[in-house]
């Protein structure tokens, strides 16, 4: 096969793939509030909580406290009777430091809003709350890419203390 040839085929490749990211990326947008952990108005002693156990996450991260303070928080409803959760992620919204890897997953941590406690620690690129509900808690899916022609999609379900894995699946984009 000819050096044009093979290279045609490559650059064509290319633009598949990123006509696949573009799609996702509109389909399943990044939600990003504009607030971060530091900024966020919650108890002070609900702050320090989700401090502590993000060092503890990311112990060995060079200046993580400086870190923590940049990732995007959002608050999401975790119960139909309107207990809500903070959602942090591991992504800079200020084009910071993030802990993303190659692929764009990221670390995800739902902690509960009013005590601080963590009831969700994954990996990914988005977190959805469903509708269904297991001891009065929505149930949680997380998706991570692997590579840009498939991924995994996680379900959680709450136990009545946090989220379990209740559901892996494995996604293939091209079919």
């Known amino acids: 096969m000819s050096f044009r040839r093979t290279t045609d085929r ?8 990123l006509a696949l990211w573009g799609y996702c990326t509109a389909l399943y947008p ?8 530091d900024e966020a108005k919650l108890a002070k002693a609900t702050k320090e909580r989700i401090y502590q156990q993000l060092d503890k996450d990311l112990e060995g991260t060079d200046s993580a406290r400086l870190v923590e303070q940049g990732f995007d928080l959002k608050l ?3 119960a139909p009777d309107g207990r809500k959760g903070v959602r942090i992620d591991g992504r800079n919204q200020d084009g910071g430091v993030s802990v993303c890897g190659a692929t764009g997953n990221c670390p995800i941590w739902v902690f ?3 005590t601080g406690d963590l009831l969700l620690s994954a990996i990914g690129w988005k977190l959805r709350v469903e509708t269904t509900v297991h001891h009065g808690r929505y149930d949680i899916v997380t998706r991570q890419n692997m590579s840009a022609m498939s991924g995994i999609r996680d379900r959680y379900r709450f136990d009545g203390h946090v989220y379990k894995i209740w559901e892996e699946t494995d996604k293939n984009y091209m079919r």
């Open 76 to 78: 999401i409803q975790l």
């Open 10 to 17: 490559r650059v064509r490749a290319g633009f598949v793939c």
């Open 112 to 114: 509960d809003s009013e």
């Open 30 to 37: 990044i939600p990003a509030s504009g607030e971060t952990l």
